[in-house]
């Protein structure tokens, strides 16, 4: 259970209105990396996403969606089959235990149908907070902040949360932004965290949101190397 973050100062507030105004005209396409057509689908990517990227996963779920289409289709599915189709992802031994866990939940529990509450979701073998926002909110639209590696790195250096655990970093961003922007909050961050704000260096200089950033350790532009001197004589 996330704990309450104290109200955020009214400066504080105007200060993430800037940030969402800022990153929303610069990444007007922003949206969640993973493709999926149905509440399914997302969960089983998101299981796949973890210490994985998007991209790779993408690549993945495009067959593998055509292969399962019901939580019972994953339920069923002998262990070594679905391990070897989701071996790219990395750790697929214990995610295809996981998937079939899950969904034999799903399965027993709900009709075969993912719960749109959070309660339902947390109780979902290998469904933890980050997967059950990221899912309410893309899925079925509702707030919530998920925080995946880029929303926890971004927040931190913007000064939004000094906390480390993810429970707590969404505490405080749910107290700072409102419900109606958080879902895409968390988009916007992801597209800003992979184009500028990078783990290893950030691009300060060409970042938009820099005037508003107290990152202390901000990239310094790179000065263009002086070229010979040529004389003015010289034809």
């Given at each position: 259970?996330?704990?309450?973050?104290?109200?955020?100062?009214?400066?504080?507030?105007?200060?993430?209105?800037?940030?969402?105004?800022?990153?929303?005209?610069?990444?007007?396409?922003?949206?969640?990396?993973?493709?999926?057509?149905?509440?399914?689908?997302?969960?089983?990517?998101?299981?796949?996403?973890?210490?994985?990227?998007?991209?790779?996963?993408?690549?993945?779920?495009?067959?593998?969606?055509?292969?399962?289409?019901?939580?019972?289709?994953?339920?069923?599915?002998?262990?070594?089959?679905?391990?070897?189709?989701?071996?790219?992802?990395?750790?697929?031994?214990?995610?295809?235990?996981?998937?079939?866990?899950?969904?034999?939940?799903?399965?027993?529990?709900?009709?075969?149908?993912?719960?749109?509450?959070?309660?339902?979701?947390?109780?979902?073998?290998?469904?933890?907070?980050?997967?059950?926002?990221?899912?309410?909110?893309?899925?079925?639209?509702?707030?919530?902040?998920?925080?995946?590696?880029?929303?926890?790195?971004?927040?931190?250096?913007?000064?939004?949360?000094?906390?480390?655990?993810?429970?707590?970093?969404?505490?405080?961003?749910?107290?700072?932004?409102?419900?109606?922007?958080?879902?895409?909050?968390?988009?916007?961050?992801?597209?800003?965290?992979?184009?500028?704000?990078?783990?290893?260096?950030?691009?300060?200089?060409?970042?938009?949101?820099?005037?508003?950033?107290?990152?202390p350790e901000k990239t310094k532009?790179?000065?263009?190397?002086?070229?010979?001197?040529?004389?003015?004589?010289?034809?």
């Amino acid at each position: 259970m996330a704990t309450k973050s104290p109200s955020p100062s009214r400066a504080e507030a105007v200060r993430v209105k800037k940030i969402v105004a800022r990153l929303n005209e610069a990444y007007p396409d922003a949206r969640l990396a993973l493709n999926f057509s149905s509440p399914l689908e997302l969960l089983v990517a998101l299981m796949l996403a973890a210490q994985c990227t998007d991209t790779k996963v993408n690549e993945v779920t495009r067959s593998l969606f055509t292969r399962y289409r019901a939580a019972c289709d994953y339920a069923a599915a002998p262990p070594e089959k679905l391990e070897e189709q989701i071996r790219p992802t990395g750790f697929y031994r214990q995610k295809a235990k996981a998937i079939r866990a899950c969904c034999q939940q799903l399965a027993d529990r709900f009709g075969g149908e993912v719960p749109a509450k959070l309660d339902d979701l947390l109780q979902l073998p290998g469904v933890g907070r980050k997967t059950a926002n990221i899912l309410l909110g893309n899925a079925f639209g509702v707030p919530g902040i998920g925080v995946d590696t880029h929303v926890m790195r971004l927040s931190q250096r913007l000064g939004l949360t000094r906390q480390t655990d993810p429970d707590k970093i969404e505490a405080d961003l749910s107290a700072l932004v409102k419900p109606s922007d958080q879902v895409r909050f968390c988009h916007l961050l992801q597209f800003h965290g992979r184009r500028v704000c990078a783990a290893r260096k950030p691009n300060c200089p060409e970042c938009i949101i820099a005037a508003f950033c107290p990152y202390p350790e901000k990239t310094k532009p790179v000065r263009p190397k002086a070229g010979p001197v040529r004389s003015r004589w010289i034809r």
